[in-house]
């Protein structure tokens, strides 16, 4: 990749965020009702509410505020809480480590379960025994994580009571505590995505077994374990990176389900918060740092790709 | 670096296995360590007391002046903040920041003679000063909620007559005021902190506030000031779930001490355990009220509003919906109100008088209204349980589920429905029918001459005009009123000195206690 693509990757980046800002901006004021009237509630007078609403800002035009917010966004402030009354990046700051966390974890027990379970499944698939793993899969994908999680709750914390069933510890407080209280909703999330990766890791071996290579690569002496982890690994890795990309962005919006069965407050929690709340400004700073994570995301994955197929990479330097 | 498809060279056949045995090494120092975190700690002598209470209802603000809702009040009121006057236990009016006050013949003048040791947490004390400038705070009205302000409307002057003495002087005598001094209305800031209540309440209650973590927790912490009985709890969390049901399960496996309000009631059964629960059953103030809109002319005709009042078998609703778990109310009135009566028989279940009240009213062919309510515990299960039974009478009933900020906007601001479920949580709220502005548009002279009349009259005169008011209100079925909100209040064991009624906004932890 020159500096030239990066370069233009970047300035891609750019003009889809700026983008996004404009649609979620339009979006989010589209939503009927205001925070003047969640916090006034069932004793205010149509006029209170209105004397609020100035006093908080709301009657400036939107594209007044619009200009204000991504200006703000732009030299780092991302605005203040209309209900807090703090400012949104102290407030995102903390919940964005949580979900952090929780996502790269399950993801990181997600592949190690998966890549064996996969291999396994492929290279015994005309076996009973990888009939079986694929069942496994096929059964942990069918299961709602936040089914898995009520059922880890019940039995691993009201009935056994070997772990927390819920809340949050930083680990600056007490790193065993802060491990502990991660256990179930890493697990209960990392489930169904290693039974995701797990399919995914199986079709992409099978195809490595059928490859002409591999079989003159057995025929050389090597065994299929060894073929495989010598010479398969690199063409697995593609498409596993492929679906790593897409579900770790799917999973930090998605782990907002798992968040509430084990009250973590991640950002999706507070997403859900702010949204109910009609607090806008914390509504808009999520959102568009939740796009601004995909695109990073899949940015980053596009880069490791040069890395794991040189094919890509003669493309972009033979030019 | 490119890797090139020319140099085979045959691996080890160890290879592979070793790495199976690293990753099966890696899983398994990773249960080890877990498993070695798993011990339970055993409290240890010396370490702080800490209380924790789930809730439901997170604050949408600090300060109980400038934001409405009752998840404020829940955690300040007595807790934090105290008031000249409290409410106790029975509904009662009882001195709290005033040792006594006493009131003049013609009901205009209240004269509160302060108790002298009683100090804000800044260690500074409650003085008379305190309380005009708390009292002149919400007079100006700036940035104060209307809610706040229309409290204080019958005031004319507050005067200090000496440090530990103020008199306040009313427009006109009023017996709701001295209530609502009990209440948000009533609080008697540390003049110390005004500029900063929204970040930093500043109170003299035996709790001093600590740390708001939205979404997570409010922090209280023992104030060392505090001028009474001392609590033993060196701290208190309320912790906040969205999900009721994560808050059973927290408190089952013991990470909660306190359940503030169960609201899944069907969920008792699960604290059945009288060695390792109590469990505390009263009433509180949250008149569950499915509201008609008075402006629908359907629905102005009274005879259509006692068909619906007869049409739905509210005992059958209450089984259904909240566990069995309410009390039937059949008015605005809260059973801890000194003028309530039962009024729930008013119009008993009874499909044929209601198929006939229709049929006077003219519509024999039936009548279809939207119900649209807020997505609230509540109110989505009682909808759909209203709808089928008025089916039967032949009201078509169109269910409308609204999230709470869309059905603010909607139906409590623009007046966009037919009928509608809230729960009014407000202590002595009966008033707000005599306000023909407020959502329902009930307008009823009648109806607020007697709440005036009772509001300004003796003791006893506003008992029984308020008993009448109550009646008048139930036979105009100006509402249906389907149940009163349960109070549920589990606790572990260990905990004592909570209240059995929640007859005030405040979940009053005064007298709370654990012999853990």
Not at chain 2, 64 to 69: H, K, L, R
Not at chain 2, 183 to 207: C, E, H, M, N, V
């Amino acid at each position: 990749m020159t500096l030239r693509t990066v370069g233009l990757r970047l300035a891609g980046l750019v003009v889809s965020l700026l983008v996004a800002s404009l649609l979620i901006f339009l979006a989010t004021n589209a939503l009927p009702g205001d925070v003047a009237q969640v916090i006034l509630g069932t004793n205010a007078s149509p006029g209170e509410v209105e004397a609020l609403r100035q006093r908080l800002g709301l009657d400036r035009p939107l594209s007044v505020r619009y200009v204000e917010w991504v200006t703000g966004v732009v030299r780092g402030d991302f605005g203040t809480s209309m209900i807090t009354g703090r400012d949104v990046v102290s407030q995102i700051a903390p919940r964005l480590e949580v979900s952090l966390w929780l996502v790269g974890l399950a993801m990181v027990l997600a592949i190690l379960i998966s890549l064996p379970l996969g291999a396994f499944a492929a290279v015994r698939r005309r076996h009973a025994s990888g009939f079986v793993a694929s069942a496994i899969a096929q059964i942990g994908l069918s299961i709602p994580a936040f089914w898995a999680g009520i059922w880890l709750v019940v039995i691993f914390a009201v009935t056994l009571r070997w772990l927390p069933a819920g809340n949050y510890v930083s680990y600056w407080d007490s790193l065993g505590q802060w491990a502990l209280h991660l256990v179930l909703p890493v697990t209960a999330l990392a489930v169904v995505q290693a039974s995701i990766l797990a399919r995914y890791v199986r079709s992409a071996i099978i195809d490595v077994l059928g490859e002409d290579w591999f079989r003159t690569a057995r025929s050389v002496g090597w065994s299929t374990w060894g073929a495989l982890l010598r010479h398969g690994s690199r063409n697995v890795a593609i498409s596993l990176l492929t679906v790593i990309g897409l579900q770790l962005s799917t999973l930090l919006v998605g782990a907002i389900i798992i968040e509430q069965v084990f009250a973590l407050p991640g950002l999706g929690s507070r997403l859900l918060l702010a949204v109910g709340q009609r607090d806008l400004v914390v509504v808009q700073g999520i959102v568009l740092l939740l796009v601004w994570a995909v695109l990073v995301i899949n940015f980053v994955v596009d880069v490791i790709y040069q890395f794991v197929d040189p094919r890509l990479r003669r493309v972009g330097t033979n030019r | 670096m490119l890797s090139t498809m020319g140099e085979f060279r045959p691996m080890e056949a160890r290879r592979p296995r070793r790495l199976v045995a690293a990753w099966l090494c890696l899983m398994a120092a990773g249960a080890v360590a877990l498993t070695a975190c798993t011990r339970p700690e055993a409290p240890s002598q010396g370490e702080p007391v800490i209380l924790n209470i789930g809730a439901t209802g997170e604050p949408v603000g600090l300060d109980p002046s400038t934001v409405n809702g009752a998840g404020t009040p829940f955690v300040l009121l007595y807790n934090v903040y105290e008031t000249l006057v409290r409410i106790d236990g029975e509904g009662a009016i009882r001195p709290l920041l005033a040792r006594d006050y006493s009131v003049s013949d013609d009901n205009k003048v209240y004269t509160f003679n302060l108790d002298g040791l009683a100090k804000f947490a800044s260690n500074t004390p409650v003085d008379a000063e305190a309380v005009v400038t708390s009292f002149d705070r919400i007079l100006k009205g700036d940035g104060i909620t209307d809610q706040v302000t229309s409290k204080m409307a019958p005031v004319d002057s507050v005067k200090a007559l000496d440090s530990d003495t103020v008199e306040v002087t009313l427009k006109q005598p009023s017996n709701q005021w001295l209530f609502d001094m009990a209440g948000p209305a009533g609080i008697i800031y540390d003049p110390a902190g005004l500029d900063t209540l929204d970040t930093k309440p500043a109170g003299s209650g035996p709790f001093a506030f600590a740390e708001w973590e939205t979404g997570q927790f409010v922090k209280l912490v023992r104030n060392d000031h505090y001028w009474g009985t001392g609590t033993r709890v060196d701290e208190v969390f309320f912790r906040y779930y969205a999900d009721p049901n994560a808050m059973n399960t927290a408190m089952l496996s013991g990470q909660l001490d306190i359940i503030s309000n169960l609201t899944v009631p069907q969920a008792l059964d699960q604290f059945g355990d009288p060695d390792k629960y109590t469990v505390i059953e009263g009433t509180t103030d949250g008149e569950v009220v499915l509201g008609f809109n008075h402006d629908n002319p359907q629905l102005a005709d009274l005879k259509v509003r006692q068909a619906i009042n007869y049409g739905i078998d509210r005992q059958a609703l209450v089984d259904s919906v909240w566990g069995g778990k309410g009390m039937l109310i059949g008015s605005m009135v809260a059973p801890t109100d000194p003028w309530f009566e039962d009024l729930s028989k008013t119009y008993t279940f009874d499909q044929e008088k209601a198929r006939a009240l229709l049929k006077e009213a003219g519509f024999e062919s039936g009548l279809t209204l939207r119900l649209r309510v807020p997505t609230l515990p509540y109110a989505p299960p009682a909808a759909r349980f209203i709808a089928a039974q008025l089916k039967e009478i032949g009201v078509t009933v169109q269910v409308e589920e609204l999230e709470f900020a869309r059905w603010l906007s909607e139906v409590y601001t623009a007046g966009d429905y037919d009928m509608t479920i809230v729960a009014h949580v407000e202590p002595r709220d009966i008033g707000n029918f005599a306000n023909p502005d407020y959502y329902w548009h009930y307008d009823n002279p009648a109806f607020a001459d007697l709440i005036k009349k009772a509001d300004e009259g003796s003791a006893q005169e506003q008992v029984t005009l308020m008993k009448e008011a109550a009646k008048m209100l139930a036979d105009d079925a100006a509402a249906d009123w389907l149940f009163l909100l349960p109070n549920l209040v589990i606790t572990t064991k260990e905990v004592s000195g909570l209240e059995q009624n929640a007859t005030s906004l405040s979940f009053d932890l005064t007298s709370v206690a654990t012999n853990r």
